[in-house]
């Protein structure tokens, strides 16, 4: 799982940064369109289809990480008890600290992308989509008996996707400090 999450991690930050058009203009690629360099020119005009082609990426990556590469176990496993995990956590238990980071870091690539696709979209809606994609998540691993269906999964994916949205955001925010400066 670390692997496949570093992965994907990298892929979110090279992408955001290279599909990043003030990227393109400050390393002086694209100071004119008829000065632009094929792939760079390629990308620029392009980017918000690249920006939803790594979204699918990630979200194919969630998937694959939650669902299609887990062994069938023999029953429906499931724990509804919210922030057990946490309490465990606290009592120094490090599996459930290691799954609590894990869950949260999985989501944080699709909560910046998805902000940096669908630009105009309130936070709550960001929110929406990884509450979604969580659930789902957890509704196929329950029904095809491959984990354990937990509240606590969903609440940390969901706080990843909030976190990378606010990470976008953030930096969407510098970018324009920056602009009003020069």
């Known amino acids: 799982i670390s692997i496949t999450l570093i992965m994907a991690i990298l892929v979110f930050i090279a992408g955001s940064i290279f599909l990043d058009s003030d990227y393109v203009y400050r390393r002086g690629l694209l100071e004119d369109e008829s000065k632009g360099k094929g792939l760079t020119l390629w990308v620029y005009h392009h980017r918000g289809m690249i920006k939803l082609c790594l979204l699918g990426l990630i979200t194919f990556l969630i998937y694959y990480i939650t669902v299609l590469s887990r062994p069938v176990s023999c029953e429906a496993k499931y724990v509804l008890t919210p922030f057990y995990s946490y309490a465990l956590a606290m009592k120094g238990n490090r599996y459930y600290t290691e799954e609590v980071i894990l ?24 929110w929406i989509a990884a509450l979604l994609l969580s659930l789902s998540v957890e509704l196929l691993q329950l029904y095809f008996h491959l984990g354990v269906f937990e509240t606590d999964d969903i609440i940390n994916n969901v706080l990843g996707g909030v976190v990378g949205s606010i990470f976008h955001w953030m930096g969407e925010h510098i970018k324009l400090r920056i602009k009003k400066k020069g």
Not at 103 to 125: M, S, T
């Open 103 to 126: 869950n949260i870091l999985l989501y944080v690539p699709f909560g910046f992308l998805f902000a940096a696709a669908f630009k105009n979209l309130k936070l709550f809606w960001i």
